[in-house]
């Protein structure tokens, strides 16, 4: 197992457990709250208690947060659905399809 990641240094647990009392999304602010214990010198499974969720998803948690501050931990939109991506990728490969040439046996032609 590998060592903890280390939260960024710019924000410390009250500052985190303030954001989570500002924000409108509940989501966040159960994600800001377990990443203020971890600030406190928490454990990483206290901090998954308490966002109700496994250790691996406060990892996440903290790459995210690490990468782009508290905006990282707010849900973001899938910019296309997976419904509407794999029809794209089916179309694709249809077309792709379509275009290869037919199969042709080397045998059928040759010695004519």
Do not use: C, H
Not at 44 to 67: H, K, M
Not at 88 to 100: D, H, N, T
């Amino acid at each position: 197992m590998g060592a903890a990641l280390a939260l960024r240094t710019d924000y410390d647990g009250m500052k985190l457990r303030e954001l989570a009392r500002k924000t409108k999304d509940a989501n966040q602010a159960r994600r800001l709250l377990a990443l203020a214990e971890i600030y406190d010198g928490g454990r990483r499974s206290d901090a998954a208690r308490i966002g109700g969720v496994g250790v691996q998803i406060v990892r996440d948690w903290v790459e995210r947060f690490n990468a782009r501050g508290p905006d990282g931990l707010i849900n973001g939109k899938a910019l296309v659905s997976s419904a509407s991506l794999m029809m794209r990728s089916a179309k694709r490969l249809l077309q792709l399809l379509r275009a290869v040439r037919p199969y042709r046996s080397m045998g059928s032609s040759a010695g004519a």
